[in-house]
């Protein structure tokens, strides 16, 4: 088997299974009309939490941020992915 198969082929089809449920897990997470990022600020009022903790979850990789200039700009999927996560809706591999 190769290195990318690992030496499950279950767990390989496992993991692509996983992947595509995270997918269609973000995509249904999404709305017409709703922001497609937000700044550090509303990403804190969102999940109601501090600026040391959003910052410890970015950089763990928990949050997804992208940068625009200067400014820090939280990606709304990965917040409510996040929430979900915690909630056990969505494994990750």
């Known amino acids: ?8 082929p ?7 299974e996983e992947a595509v449920a995270r997918a269609k897990a ?9 922001p497609i990022t937000v700044r550090i600020p509303r990403a804190m009022e969102m ?4 600026r040391t903790k959003l910052y410890e979850l970015i950089n763990e990789g928990e949050i997804d941020t992208i940068k625009v200039g200067s ?6 999927t990965s917040l409510k992915a996040f929430v979900m996560r ?8």
């Open 1 to 8: 088997m190769s290195a990318f198969l690992g030496d499950d």
């Open 10 to 16: 279950g767990s390989y089809r496992e993991r692509v």
């Open 26 to 34: 973000e995509r249904a997470l999404e709305a017409p009309g709703d």
């Open 47 to 50: 999940l109601g939490i501090g």
């Open 71 to 76: 400014a820090t700009l939280v990606v709304v």
């Open 86 to 93: 915690q909630r056990g809706l969505v494994r990750l591999a």
